[in-house]
């Protein structure tokens, strides 16, 4: 059973969207393998909804559908698309989650790199997904009405962390710090009764390096960045954020963007959109939007450990990768 444990936390863990997901309470449930059961059941839930590595996920019914014609979708992937479509048109198109030919192409889905398809995805004239994916949320369903392949790299595993809080607090788990790679959400206090202690990395991509650390308390935090994943195309390299103006990975962008926010949804999308905005236009709709955001910089990538504390509650201040 993935599960371990010492005398002041207890911890919980599985596999999901191609990495692993985590759970850490201070002290053990009662029902270990019950709540083991319920969180993997609601990870893979994400997992066969939003998935574009399995053909029959939902949101590839939907990438398949003819345009025009209405497609019924599970509430949980028409709550994410609603979400996606809110924080593109907030983020002017920095967010797009209709970036799966592009995605796929330069080598980040499940087959390699394509010179044709990148040829392809460049010269592509892009809508924005929220002029031309209609939702009918009452209904549970949506429609196309332009060609284009989803994606929700940028998205889904927030949601799949939220998703992990939400099982906690139905099993009356009131302190817990849940995670899926680089999002997390915090949930009351910590083993010692303060904020959970998460870790901001140093963008480098040669070493994992602490950069600054956080003690968070009800508060959701994600990371989007350049330095975990990449292509490498001659002596440059490009990591995985697509910027949907270019049909390619983004160029000059910062090193990584850290946000926090009420949800761990918001927060992922936010982190993806405020990547693609740059410092000076990310910071400017964080400030509208009441969110929280750690940009880093090229500058940031080889110093030393800061040894930074910050406290955050509840989207009160800055957060990890």
């Keep these: 059973m993935p ?6 936390r207890f911890a919980l863990n599985g596999a999901t969207m191609g990495t692993r997901w985590s759970v850490v309470t201070p002290t053990a449930p009662e029902d270990r393998d019950g709540l083991q059961d319920a969180l993997q059941q609601a990870v893979a839930q994400v997992d066969a909804q939003m998935s574009t590595w399995r053909a029959e996920s939902d949101l590839m019914r939907l990438n398949a559908a ?23 048109r907030l983020s002017d198109g920095a967010f797009e989650i209709a970036m799966g030919d592009a995605i796929a192409a330069w080598g980040f889905g499940p087959a390699p790199a394509d010179a044709q398809a990148i040829r392809a995805a460049l010269a592509r004239k892009r809508q924005p997904s929220f002029t031309t994916l209609e939702l009918d949320c009452a209904n549970l369903r949506a429609r196309k009405h332009g060609e284009m392949t989803l994606d929700l790299s940028g998205i889904a595993k927030g949601y799949g962390v939220d998703r992990l809080t939400e099982v906690l607090g139905a099993q009356g788990i009131p302190n817990a710090l849940a995670a899926i790679d680089g999002e997390l959400r ?8 303060r904020g959970w202690s998460v870790a901001l990395e140093r ?15 009800d508060t959701a935090i994600a990371t989007s960045g350049d330095y975990r994943h990449w292509v490498q195309v001659g002596a440059q390299r490009l990591g995985h954020t697509m910027d949907p103006a270019r049909g390619a990975p983004l160029i000059d962008g910062p090193a990584s963007v850290t946000v926090l926010a009420s949800s761990c949804v918001e927060a992922d999308a936010l982190a993806s959109a405020f990547m693609v905005l740059g410092e000076a236009a990310g910071r400017d709709l964080a400030d509208r939007l009441g969110v929280e955001a750690v940009f880093l910089s090229e500058k940031d990538r080889f110093k030393t450990d800061h040894s930074d504390t910050r406290e955050g509650n509840r989207g009160k201040s800055s957060g990890r990768e």
């Design 3 to 8: 599960k371990t444990s010492t005398k002041d």
């Design 66 to 88: 003819p345009l025009g014609s209405w497609v019924d979708l599970p509430a949980q992937l028409m709550a994410v698309l609603d979400t996606a479509l809110k924080i593109g």
């Design 186 to 193: 915090a949930l009351g206090n910590g083993p010692k009764g």
């Design 203 to 217: 963008p480098d991509p040669d070493i994992r390096a602490v950069h600054s650390v956080f003690e968070l308390c």
